[in-house]
């Protein structure tokens, strides 16, 4: 059964950092790609990053670029998620997501299987 379980979720001022974690059980962890999505109030489900099969390759959302950054950590079956410089506007909740094969998408409907989620709030 494949299992994701994200963490490090938190409350933070603006301008500070989180570190987001992703354990991944139940999958070939190294061969898939991996992504993050988040969901504000009211809003779509938007995509984050995401990270080619042992992070050689990654993209990320515009809105996010320079200030976050996805890594793999493939001995512990882990995605990471560093987020730097936050903004009131990245407040949501945060998604870890699988794909079922070697690709790595923007679009949410390519991945499988989907954590819980984490909140992530910036405050001013």
């Known amino acids: 059964q494949v299992r994701l379980q994200e963490s490090g979720g938190g409350l933070v001022q603006t301008g500070g950092s989180l570190r987001l974690s992703c354990a991944a059980s139940?999958?070939?962890?190294?061969?898939?790609?991996m992504g993050w999505f988040r969901q504000a109030p009211g809003k779509e489900r938007e995509f984050v990053a995401a990270?080619?099969?042992?992070?050689?390759?990654?993209v990320y959302a515009d809105s996010v670029k320079g200030r976050f950054s996805i890594a793999r950590d493939s001995a512990k079956n882990t995605v990471l998620l560093q987020m730097n410089n936050l903004k009131l506007e990245d407040t949501a909740i945060y998604y870890c997501?699988?794909?079922?094969?070697?690709?790595?998408?923007?679009?949410?409907?390519?991945?499988?299987?989907w954590g819980q989620g984490t909140q992530v709030t910036v405050s001013s």
């Open positions: 997501a699988a794909t079922s094969s070697g690709g790595f998408y923007r679009e949410s409907h390519n991945y499988v299987h």
């Open positions: 139940g999958l070939t962890f190294s061969m898939i790609g």
């Open positions: 990270s080619s099969p042992y992070g050689v390759n990654t």
